[in-house]
Structure formats: structure tokens, C-alpha cells
């Protein structure tokens, strides 16, 4: 078995039509490893544009690629058929984050090569982020590299060297790690990095909440009314519905997302931006009683909002029915002319 680790570079289009939204791969570079201590053979090749005929402006900037030279090169299926014989039959692919795979997937539809579409790969870049990194943020793989403490000589974003980077970053995962992990072990790691994201989301988000609620100056202050269920007030129109403080247009709130007693709802104003609800209830004599106070982006910040999205468990209200306007139009009454009444008309 051999490992085989592979980046790609593509050219982008202006998007019009189909063809144009298309990324076009113009060099595959890849770097197998025979096993974990080998020290690897390399693969490069320029691919001959087919659909997008000049460089994107981007893609002139980052790669150091002459376009004369991509002319020169051989189209992708006879690339693409040079590189999987180079591989061999029993090869286990890698590539850095999720991007070269799907690219890989694209370019073989549109050509027509379904008989490689069904590889599995491994996403190196995922497992380096939760296993060495402990987050699932998708780490460079410049940064990896330094992080790794590996040797860097190469210049960056040209495939085969990029390719050959993922390998360094394979071998000294395998020497820390004994194994690479597997999809469900990955999985797991994931679940519990969302988790401990949320808890602390939320623990963050209810004490920020709860001090503009009890400090800050709202816009708008009144009383929802009293209900028998603390989830009853949420529904109510005088809860959601709302005038803007500044133009006297009418507001509708979203969704709310509960801390606690606490409930906070966006709405939008498309003159005046967003405002944000803070809606809170007490109990008393078995009745819940709701308190609602608006506050601006100024006042209520919209990252607090989004630690409320990620920490709040979400209460989906449905929409507000729309009330019936009356048709005020006349209706037009018929008059059917008999044919003697016809002709005395014309006389």
C-alpha cells in the first residue's frame, strides 16, 4: 500500500455561464510515500486550459505560473490518467482541507472520468485541527507547517510542493499519534469541541445580556401582559410586533433564543438597521408577566447576538397572519341588448 498526497491548482472564470463558474485545474502535484518512514517520490504537471483561456487576475498573484507554459502542457485526461497510474492500485489518498477533493470531483464529471469518482480522502488538514490543534478551525498549511516545527524551504502554493508539505505533516502526525484517527473518532472530537463552544457561548451570553438589560437606556420599554405559561408571552403579538422607535414603521421579531429566563429576538428596520428584543418574565400568583426592552447594534452588540444564536436553545415562533383587506372595487353591472332593440339603436 502506498500513500499518496495531492494538491491541486486551479484558474478561475468571470461567472456568465456554466463553463465559466467552473474551476478549471491547471497543475496537479502530488508526493507518495511507500510507508510512513519512506522518504517519497514526487509527481508535477501543468495542465493544458481548455474552458478558461487567460488567467484570473487572482490566481496571476498567488501562482507563479507562466501562461505560455500552461499551453504547452497536456489536457487533463491524459493528466489525470498519467497521475493515477503514477499512484498504483492500492493507494490511500490525502489532501489538505476539503476544497482539492471537490475540485477533483468537478473537473472528472466534466470530462466525463465517473471511474475516479468514487475515491476516498482523507481530509489531513481536519484531523491536524482536532487532534494536534484541539479546534476546528482550518488551519493554513503554512501555519501548520510552523507550528509543526518542520523545515519550510519550498515556496508555498505551487502543487507539487504543497503536496509534499502535507506529506511531512502526515509523517509527524503518525509519529505523535501512532495512527491517523479514523471518521468517527473525528466526529466525536467535533461534537464535543461544539459543546464545550456552546456552554460557554452561553455562559458568556446570559451575563452580557442580563447587564444591558438591567443598565443600559432602551429605545422602547413596555409590558407584555400576564400569561399562564412562561412560553405563552413568546407567541403573543405584543410581544413581536413592535414600532420602530425612530420612524414609527412597524417591526416583527424572529425567532427567539432563551438564557435562562431571558429571551432575545432581531428584527429589522430598513431605514434604521436592526434592533434587538430583550424579553424577560417573572412569576407571580401563577401568572408569567413579560417585560420587553429594545435596544440598537450600539447598545446590544451583534456578536453578543450570535453568542445568543450559538449558547440560546432556539424557540421558532411562526409567522403573524396577515389581516384581510376588503375589496372596495364596484362591480359592473351587464347589460344584454336584444337584437330588435340592436336595431332600433342603429336607426
Not at 45 to 67: G, W
Not at 304 to 331: A, D, N, Y
Request: include cysteine.
Amino acid at each position: 500500500m502506498s500513500y499518496v498526497f495531492f494538491d491541486l491548482e486551479w484558474n478561475q472564470g468571470y461567472p456568465r455561464s456554466d463553463a465559466d463558474k467552473l474551476d478549471e485545474i491547471i497543475q496537479m502535484g502530488a508526493f507518495k510515500l511507500d510507508s510512513w518512514q519512506a522518504e517519497g517520490e514526487p509527481f508535477s504537471a501543468y495542465v493544458r486550459p481548455s474552458i478558461h483561456r487567460k488567467l484570473h487576475h487572482r490566481v496571476r498573484k498567488m501562482l507563479p505560473l507562466d501562461q505560455k507554459e500552461l499551453y504547452r502542457a497536456e489536457r487533463f485526461p491524459d493528466v489525470v490518467t498519467s497521475f493515477f497510474n503514477w499512484c498504483g492500485d492500492r493507494a490511500s489518498f490525502f489532501t489538505w482541507g476539503p476544497s482539492d477533493a471537490r475540485v477533483l470531483d468537478i473537473n472528472l464529471a466534466w470530462y466525463g472520468m465517473e471511474e475516479y469518482l468514487s475515491l476516498e480522502i482523507y481530509d489531513l488538514q481536519r484531523a491536524f485541527d482536532l487532534m494536534i490543534l484541539g479546534t476546528d478551525q482550518q488551519t493554513a498549511l503554512k501555519d501548520a507547517v510552523e507550528a509543526l516545527g518542520l523545515t519550510s524551504q519550498l515556496e508555498f502554493h505551487d502543487a507539487c510542493n504543497d503536496a509534499y508539505y502535507t506529506a511531512l505533516i502526515g509523517q509527524e502526525m503518525i509519529r505523535r499519534l501512532g495512527e491517523l484517527p479514523s471518521e468517527q473518532e473525528l466526529h466525536q472530537r467535533e461534537q464535543e469541541l461544539y459543546r464545550k463552544r456552546r456552554e460557554q457561548a452561553a455562559a458568556t451570553a446570559t451575563i452580557e445580556t442580563q447587564l444591558i438589560f438591567n443598565t443600559k437606556p432602551p429605545l422602547l420599554d413596555r409590558a407584555c401582559g400576564s400569561f399562564a405559561a412562561e412560553g405563552d408571552c413568546l407567541k403573543s403579538r405584543s410581544a413581536r410586533v413592535f414600532r420602530c422607535p425612530k420612524c414609527d414603521n412597524w417591526l416583527c421579531n424572529g425567532n427567539w433564543y432563551q438564557l435562562g429566563h431571558s429571551y432575545i429576538a432581531r428584527s429589522r428596520c430598513m431605514e434604521h438597521g436592526r434592533f434587538y428584543t430583550i424579553l424577560q418574565q417573572t412569576e407571580e400568583n401563577g401568572m408569567w408577566k413579560g417585560s420587553c426592552k429594545v435596544f440598537t447594534d450600539e447598545s446590544f452588540p451583534s456578536s453578543l447576538f450570535s453568542m445568543c444564536r450559538l449558547g440560546g436553545e432556539v424557540i421558532t415562533v411562526r409567522k403573524l397572519p396577515r389581516k384581510r383587506k376588503r375589496s372596495h372595487s364596484k362591480r359592473t353591472k351587464t347589460i344584454t341588448v336584444k337584437p330588435a332593440e340592436k336595431s332600433k339603436v342603429s336607426e
